[in-house]
């Protein structure tokens, strides 16, 4: 016989291991038997319990739904961005920023796309922040190249612009408001 803990061959019937010292039989309970959603669970690595909620592990569930920032944050963008970038547009009839026009349209698509809990609201929320990034950088671009302002004050302005997109853009990445509403976050 051998030792069930150590390995080494004992005499039979051996109540204890004289190599290591304790108890040579393993006292196993009899195996549960599997249920089917055991059974379902192991079969399919992918499957997912009818219980369970079309969202997983929710941090927070009783913040699920649009309110706080996430109502603010859509709100700016479906609302107030457009109205600010109309009132830009008609006192200046002859630089129609198209740049701007295009921001303040995706805007408005990506907060209606968040106001209704869409999943694919994330993709256009992206594109969004990066378009924001790419009309900063142009500006910056062309106060340095086309107007030749070397200078950090005349820069400084596009630059502070910036602070707006990294603050929404933390907002997505870690508000508990947004995983328990969408199920995860930018």
């Not at 040579?24 to 009818?50: C, F, G």
């Not at 547009?89 to 968040?114: E, K, Q, R, W």
């Not at 993709?123 to 340095?144: D, K, N, P």
């Not at 707006?164 to 947004?178: A, C, E, G, T």
């Amino acid at each position: 016989m051998f030792c069930a803990r150590c390995g080494e061959q004992i005499p039979d019937n051996s109540a204890f291991c004289q190599i290591c010292g304790r108890e040579a039989t393993l006292k196993l309970d009899p195996p549960q038997p599997v249920s089917r959603v055991s059974a379902a669970v192991y079969a399919e690595p992918n499957w997912i319990p009818a219980q369970q909620t079309r969202f997983p592990a929710v941090r927070r569930p009783e913040l699920a739904g649009v309110g706080g920032w996430l109502l603010f944050f859509c709100i700016s963008v479906t609302i107030l961005s457009p109205l600010m970038t109309i009132n830009i547009i008609s006192g200046n009839y002859a630089a129609l920023p198209t740049l701007d026009t295009a921001m303040a349209a995706l805007g408005v698509v990506v907060g209606v796309m968040l106001w209704s809990v869409n999943q694919r609201a994330f993709v256009f929320l992206w594109i969004y922040f990066g378009l924001f990034l790419a009309r900063v950088a142009l500006r910056i671009l062309s106060l340095y190249v086309v107007e030749e302002s070397h200078n950090i004050e005349s820069i400084g302005p596009a630059l502070r612009s910036l602070i707006p997109l990294v603050i929404w853009f933390l907002y997505f990445k870690q508000s508990d408001r947004v995983q328990a509403t969408f199920g995860r976050n930018l």
